[in-house]
């Protein structure tokens, strides 16, 4: 079984102030992680991924997302918020496929916010 | 075109009419996944096509809705006797069968559906 919690329905950054977008997930196998970002009126479309490969991972514009094992994490960052961030972000955890869990589990979302 | 394709982008119905949604997957791409997107809420899976393999149907929430896919490509989703509840954006992914990139999934801009 997979779960992912965003802990954040909503987060207000100004622009130009870093971002964090925050992540739980539990799975029973070794997890692929994901963060996927969804603009008004269009698609998902991928900002990084996490496949057991280096646990800091960078992604498009600007984001990053390290995996903590430990702490069951993979947040997502960016060191200075611009107004085209905002967004709604989706955390996504997948299972390993030889556990049967080929179908990705999505967290309910986290709105960013970016003021002027 | 290059990406995932749904149509129609916006539909309206009466409730207790039939309705057919359509997504094409990018050409070359194995799996086809459908989800549910209700108003402040995540990703619902609803359906899911690999190849050849019988489709795992296990999100759909009712008998009323209904998938295939034709040729390996084009796949429709079919709502019957809509209910209100049933209104919400419908998303389309599709993933490549590389063994690095098949976890990834390239989403359409979804349909609108609204029961009145």
């Known amino acids: 079984a997979q779960s992912v919690t965003q802990l954040d329905s909503h987060v207000s950054v100004s622009e130009g102030t870093p971002v964090l977008l925050r992540c739980n997930y539990s799975?029973?196998?070794?997890?692929?992680l994901f963060w996927y970002v969804q603009h008004p009126n269009k698609g998902l479309q991928l900002l990084l991924k996490?496949?057991?490969?280096?646990?800091l991972v960078k992604g498009i514009n600007g984001f990053e997302a390290e995996f903590k094992k430990s702490e069951t994490s993979f947040h997502l960052t960016k060191p200075s918020a611009h107004m085209s961030d905002a967004a709604e972000y989706f955390c996504v955890v997948r299972g390993d496929p030889w556990g049967g869990s080929y179908i990705p589990t999505f967290g309910r979302g986290t709105s960013l916010i970016v003021h002027p | 075109g290059a990406g995932v394709s749904q149509s129609p982008s916006n539909k309206v119905t009466e409730k207790g009419k039939d309705v057919e949604l359509r997504c094409d997957p990018i050409?070359?791409?194995?799996?086809l996944y459908w989800y549910r997107q209700s108003l402040g809420q995540g990703l619902e899976f609803l359906i899911y096509f690999q190849g050849n393999s019988a489709p795992d149907k296990s999100g759909l929430p009712s008998d009323r809705f209904s998938a295939e896919r034709t040729g390996g490509s084009v796949s429709t989703l079919t709502i019957q006797r809509t209910q209100q509840e049933d209104s919400a954006v419908y998303l389309c992914?599709?993933?490549?069968?590389?063994?690095?990139?098949?976890?990834?999934?390239?989403f359409g801009a979804g349909t609108r559906l609204s029961v009145l």
């Open positions: 050409s070359g791409h194995t799996a």
């Open positions: 992914a599709s993933s490549p069968p590389s063994a690095l990139a098949k976890n990834i999934q390239y």
């Open positions: 799975s029973s196998y070794s997890p692929s």
């Open positions: 996490y496949t057991s490969a280096a646990t």
